[in-house]
């Protein structure tokens, strides 16, 4: 799909990292953490959603409140990760990589924040 403008550089880097997590997930170890699975895929997908839902809003105030629900998702997503490594469903190093993406995401999305709500004041 072709869109009107640049995405934001942070949601390239969440969906990359979405990709991966759907991947990890759909590897055959990972079928008997069904709930696992399920949790991790769908806080990877929220950040990604809330993030493009941000950049569409009309007002500053809106995108940064959908910002926010993306960096707690994030949050969640790396507790996730944790867990799964600590399960064994994950492979420690790969589970430690993806956690620091997540937190890359999160500090993008405050200084993203922080930069739209500094052009309003």
């Known amino acids: 799909m072709k869109s009107n403008h640049e ?9 990359s990292l979405s990709d991966e997590i759907y991947a990890l997930t759909s590897q055959p170890d990972f ?15 929220s950040v990604t959603s809330n993030i493009a839902e941000g950049d569409g809003r009309p007002t500053t105030k809106d ?3 959908f910002f926010n629900i993306a960096v707690a998702s994030a949050a969640e997503t790396k507790i996730q990760l944790e867990l799964a490594s600590k399960m064994k469903a994950v492979p420690h190093q ?5 956690h620091e993406g ?3 995401v ?16």
């Open 63 to 65: 995108s940064v409140r």
């Open 7 to 15: 995405p934001l550089q942070v949601l390239v880097f969440a969906k």
């Open 31 to 45: 079928r008997r953490f069904s709930a696992l699975k399920s949790q991790l895929e769908r806080a990877a997908l």
């Open 94 to 98: 790969q589970a430690v990589r993806l």
């Open 102 to 104: 997540y937190s890359k």
């Open 106 to 121: 999160c500090r993008m999305l405050n200084k993203l924040s922080e930069v739209r709500l500094n052009r309003i004041k």
